[in-house]
């Protein structure tokens, strides 16, 4: 069974601070997407990276894959109000009907 | 668009009581799945469907059961149900073309918030 290990598990900032998520897995990945989900809310995708070394930006937010495609991080660059959300790191395998492996999952707040 | 589409919201049941929560899809989608989130977790596949007829478990398929009998639709069933039930149900649905394809993004519903007493 492949397991995804996200730290922390919680974190509290305030505005404008910045921060990482980390994922972890003993396992190799073809491919991790990240998702964010607020309260009452399906996840909805940020990014998906299938190569081992790929940095992807979305505005703020800098997303890394591992090397040996086993790991993945999430940096957010002065956090904002409307970053707060559960980020939800998950790992897909070639030839698994595109099932996903969800991490654990990171609950960042974000306050004034 | 309307997206993932899954009723009820909220519901009560109770112990030894059975249910079908709904999912349906309007973006003709192949692939569609049920998870479970669990307070402070992530999601656990349920089932997952790669097509009309065709189904198969995933990582926790005990104590429910699933069908698909068009495109749009993939009902999950509850039986008998029981308090370790109890927790948020999301459906999702991707697409994945016959040359196959990696990371292809899953879209969810908003979910089902159901409590077994």
């Known amino acids: 069974t492949q397991l995804l290990e996200q730290s922390p598990q919680f974190l509290s900032i305030q505005e404008g601070e910045n921060l990482t998520v980390y994922c972890n897995s003993s396992?190799?990945?073809?491919?991790l997407q990240w998702y964010r989900q607020e309260p009452g809310e399906g996840p909805v995708l940020l990014v998906t990276?299938?190569?081992?070394?790929e940095v992807k930006k979305l505005k703020r937010l800098t997303f890394q894959f591992g090397d040996a495609r086993k790991d993945s991080s999430l940096h957010i660059t002065a956090a904002q109000p409307g970053d707060t959300g559960l980020y939800l790191c998950a790992g897909g395998a070639t030839g698994t009907a595109s099932k996903l492996t969800f991490g654990t999952g990171t609950r960042l707040q974000v306050t004034l | 668009n309307a997206g993932v589409t899954q009723t009820p919201k909220f519901r009560i049941l109770k112990i030894g009581q059975s249910m079908t929560l709904q999912c349906t899809q309007d973006?003709?989608?192949?692939?569609m799945y049920w998870y479970r989130q669990d307070p402070g977790m992530g999601l656990k596949l349920i089932y997952y469907s790669v097509g009309a007829g065709i189904t198969d478990k995933g990582e926790v398929p005990n104590g429910y059961n699933v069908s698909r009998s068009t495109t749009e639709d993939f009902p999950l069933r509850l039986e008998l149900a029981a308090p370790s039930q109890t927790s948020v149900y999301f459906c999702?649905?991707?697409?994945?073309?016959?040359?196959?394809?990696?990371?292809?993004?899953?879209?969810f519903g908003d979910g089902t918030r159901l409590s077994i007493l």
């Open positions: 396992s190799v990945f073809s491919s």
């Open positions: 973006m003709n989608h192949n692939y």
């Open positions: 999702a649905s991707s697409y994945r073309g016959r040359g196959g394809s990696v990371g292809q993004p899953q879209h």
């Open positions: 990276v299938v190569t081992g070394g």
